[in-house]
């Protein structure tokens, strides 16, 4: 069974930078998805970035040219870099696997996945 484990949120001011880690264990997966996703509150869960077994990389258009995902496989790692934090960027951050085929349209669909980590808060605010 897959295990994730958040760390690296914490509270930041407007433009500042964040790296939140995402730790995976159990994984028996030569090809599998990860993903960061989000939920404010009040608000639906959304898909942040995601990337897969082969290095390929999805973003949400509200994130492009400030987040970064990337992975240690070395360490079993999933990150995500983020720079020019706004407020609005304030939210639960979660990550999320998938070892079953995810199609390219459906990779920022938290329905599209089915292990989850417990969170990290990222709070952006002066």
């Known amino acids: 069974q897959v295990q994730l484990v958040e760390s690296g949120g914490g509270l930041v001011q407007p433009g500042g930078s964040l790296r939140l880690s995402c730790a995976a264990s159990?994984?028996?997966?030569?090809?599998?998805?990860m993903g960061w996703f989000r939920q404010a509150p009040g608000k639906e869960r959304e898909g942040v970035a995601a990337?897969?077994?082969?290095?390929?990389?999805k973003y949400a258009d509200s994130v492009k040219g400030r987040f970064t995902i990337s992975q240690d496989n070395a360490k079993n790692t999933l990150y995500l870099q983020m720079n020019t934090l706004k407020p609005e960027d304030t939210a639960m951050y979660y990550c999320?696997?998938?070892?079953?085929?995810?199609?390219?349209?459906?990779?920022?669909?938290?329905?599209?996945?089915?292990?989850w980590g417990q969170g990290t808060q990222v709070t952006v605010s002066s």
């Open positions: 999320a696997a998938e070892g079953k085929y995810i199609s390219w349209w459906a990779r920022l669909l938290p329905t599209a996945y089915k292990s």
């Open positions: 159990g994984y028996t997966y030569s090809t599998y998805y």
């Open positions: 990337i897969d077994s082969d290095g390929n990389t």
